[in-house]
C-alpha cells in the first residue's frame, strides 16, 4: 500500500522525513476512498451517492495535499547523504517514484470527478476545486482560489442557501457556470470545521423525466376518446335483449368505467406533478367535509358507521378541486378496505403546528413493510383487494401530489387486522378563520 511505503520510508533511518503535521493513518485515506466508490457505485449516484463522492473526494484532496509535503519535505534527500550506500539511495529513490506516481494518479481522478467538489477551509474560503466545478460553478483559477463562496455566488441561486447555512440539499437549480443546465447541491462537514460543496449536474435526468411525463400525458389523452366511445356503446346496449349476454355485458361495463378512472386519474397526477404551486383560495371545510361524508356514505351503503369529527374552526387556503379529491380519496379507501360492520371516523382537528384531518377506520390494517411505498404508483398490497373494490392504485399518489402542493405532509398509521389513520398535517400559513363564502 502506497501510503504504508510512505510512512515506512519517512520511519528509516537515514532518511527520516520530518512530518510536522498530526499524525496520518495509512488505512483511513485508501478505506475511505474505496468506501465511497463503492457506496457511489451502489447508490447509483444517489443521494448516498453524493455523501460517497464526498468521503471519496476528501480521501483524494488529502492525498493530494500530502503528495505536495511529502515532494517538499524529501527534496533536500534526493541528494545522496555521504553515510548511505548507493544501493540504499537507489531504493529509495525507487519507492519515492512509485508513492509519488501513485498519488498523481489519485489526485487527477479528483480532478476528473464528473460532480463538481469544492473544498473550503474554516473561514468558507475556496481552497481548492476541479474541473466540473469550473465548468458547472464557473469557478476559475488562480482568480477564486481563497475568495469567500458567499461572495463569489452572491448573485445567483446559491446565494439564500449558503446565508441559510446550506443545511439540507439544495435541489433543481440553475447551474451558475452553465445557465441551461440544472444541479443538486449539497454541502458536507469534514476535518476540522472544513467543508466540502458538491454539485451534480442532473439536466440529463430532468429530460428523461419531461419525456416520462409527457408520454403518461400523451398516451393517457389518447386513451380518452376510443374510451368514451365503446363506453358510449356499451350504455346504449340493453341487457334485457340479449339475456344469456347479460353477465358479460355487465362485466365489459364495470371494466370500461376502471380503464376511464385509471386515464383520469392518470392525466390529474399528470397535472399535478407540473404544478409548482396552488392558486390561493378558500375552501370551506364545513362544507368540504359534509361533502366527503355525504360521498362515503353512498359508497358504503350503510354497510359501515360513518362518524365526522370537527373541531378545527378553520378553513383551508388552497385547491377546492384538488383538496377534494385528496379529502375523498382518503374517505373512499376507508370505506373499500374495512369489512361490513366496521366503523370510519373523519376528523378536523387543531395540532399545535396547524390542523389536521384524518381517516380512521378498523378495517384491514397494513403491514408495516408496505408503509414507505404505498404512496408510489401503482404500489398495492393485494392488487386483487384494490381491482375488485374499484380501485386504481393511484388514490394515494394523488393524494401525496396535493399534499406537496399545499406544503402538508401525510401521516400513515396502521395495525394489520385492527385498522389504519391516514392523517393529513397542514401548517398555519395554510389555514383561515372560517366563513367567508360557503360555495366549495
Ligand atoms: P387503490 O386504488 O388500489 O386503493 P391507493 O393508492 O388509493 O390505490 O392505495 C394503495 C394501496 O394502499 C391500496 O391498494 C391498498 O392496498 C392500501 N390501502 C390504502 N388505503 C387503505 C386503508 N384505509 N386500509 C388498508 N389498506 C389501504
Known amino acids: ?47 448516498h451517492g453524493h455523501i ?35 544501493l540504499q539511495h537507489d531504493r529509495f529513490m525507487t519507492r519515492t517514484r512509485r ?9 487527477n481522478a479528483a480532478s476528473h470527478l464528473p460532480d463538481a467538489v469544492v473544498l473550503l477551509d474554516q ?3 475556496v481552497r481548492w476545486f476541479n474541473h466540473a466545478a469550473e465548468s458547472l460553478l464557473g469557478l476559475r483559477r488562480p482568480r477564486d482560489r ?38 443538486n447541491v449539497s454541502m458536507l462537514p469534514f476535518g476540522r470545521r472544513q467543508h466540502l460543496l458538491l454539485a451534480r449536474d442532473i439536466s440529463h435526468l430532468n429530460r428523461l423525466e419531461q419525456i416520462r411525463r409527457d408520454f403518461v400525458a400523451n398516451v393517457s389523452h389518447e386513451l380518452r376518446t376510443p374510451l368514451t366511445v365503446i363506453h358510449g356503446y356499451l350504455e346504449l346496449l340493453d341487457p334485457e335483449d340479449v339475456p344469456e349476454l347479460a353477465p358479460v355485458l355487465g362485466e365489459m361495463r364495470s371494466q370500461s368505467k376502471r380503464m376511464g378512472q385509471i386515464v383520469e386519474d392518470l392525466l390529474t397526477l399528470s397535472r399535478l406533478e407540473t404544478q409548482h404551486q396552488v392558486a390561493d383560495e378558500r375552501v370551506p371545510m364545513a362544507s ?14 350503510g354497510r359501515h358507521q360513518i362518524t ?7 378553513d383551508l387556503l388552497g385547491s377546492p378541486k384538488d383538496l377534494h379529491s385528496a379529502l375523498s380519496n382518503l374517505v373512499s379507501n376507508a370505506v373499500r378496505y374495512t369489512p361490513a360492520g366496521g366503523s370510519i371516523t373523519i376528523r378536523w382537528k387543531r395540532t399545535p403546528e396547524g390542523a389536521a384531518y384524518s381517516v380512521t377506520d378498523t378495517g384491514f ?76
Not at 291 to 298: D, I, P, Q
Not at 308 to 314: G, K, R, V
Not at 366 to 395: K, N, Q, V
Open 146 to 183: 481563497g475568495v469567500f463562496l458567499q461572495q463569489r455566488f452572491a448573485h445567483s441561486d446559491l446565494s439564500g442557501w449558503l446565508q441559510d447555512g446550506a443545511q439540507e440539499p439544495l435541489n433543481d437549480i440553475s447551474a451558475p457556470g452553465e445557465p441551461d443546465s440544472q444541479i
Open 288 to 301: 368540504l367535509l359534509a361533502t366527503v361524508r355525504k360521498e362515503a356514505e353512498a359508497l358504503s351503503q
Open 1 to 47: 500500500m502506497a501510503f504504508a511505503d510512505a510512512e515506512a520510508i519517512a520511519r528509516h533511518r537515514p532518511y527520516a522525513v520530518p512530518m510536522n503535521q498530526p499524525a496520518h493513518h495509512p488505512w483511513k485515506l485508501p478505506a475511505a476512498l474505496a468506501a465511497g466508490i463503492v457506496m457511489g457505485a451502489l447508490a447509483g449516484w444517489s443521494v
Open 308 to 314: 365526522l369529527e370537527s373541531t378545527a374552526e378553520a
Open 52 to 86: 460517497a463522492t464526498g468521503v471519496a473526494v476528501v480521501a483524494l484532496i488529502e492525498v493530494a495535499f500530502l503528495l505536495t509535503r511529502i515532494r517538499h519535505e524529501t527534496r533536500p534527500m534526493m541528494a545522496q547523504p555521504a553515510d548511505v550506500s548507493p
Open 365 to 440: 390494517g397494513i403491514p408495516a413493510s408496505h408503509l414507505a411505498r404505498l404512496t408510489e404508483r401503482f404500489y398495492r398490497i393485494s392488487s386483487s383487494r384494490s381491482r375488485d373494490s374499484g380501485g386504481t392504485g393511484l388514490g394515494l399518489s394523488i393524494v401525496k401530489h396535493v399534499l406537496n402542493l399545499h406544503q402538508a405532509q401525510l401521516r400513515i398509521e396502521s395495525t394489520p387486522g385492527a385498522g389504519s389513520t391516514f392523517t393529513c398535517l397542514f401548517g398555519s400559513a395554510r389555514l383561515l378563520p372560517p366563513g367567508g363564502n360557503d360555495e366549495s
Open 123 to 125: 473561514e468558507q474560503q
Open 99 to 107: 508513492i509519488a506516481s501513485s498519488l498523481r494518479d489519485l489526485r
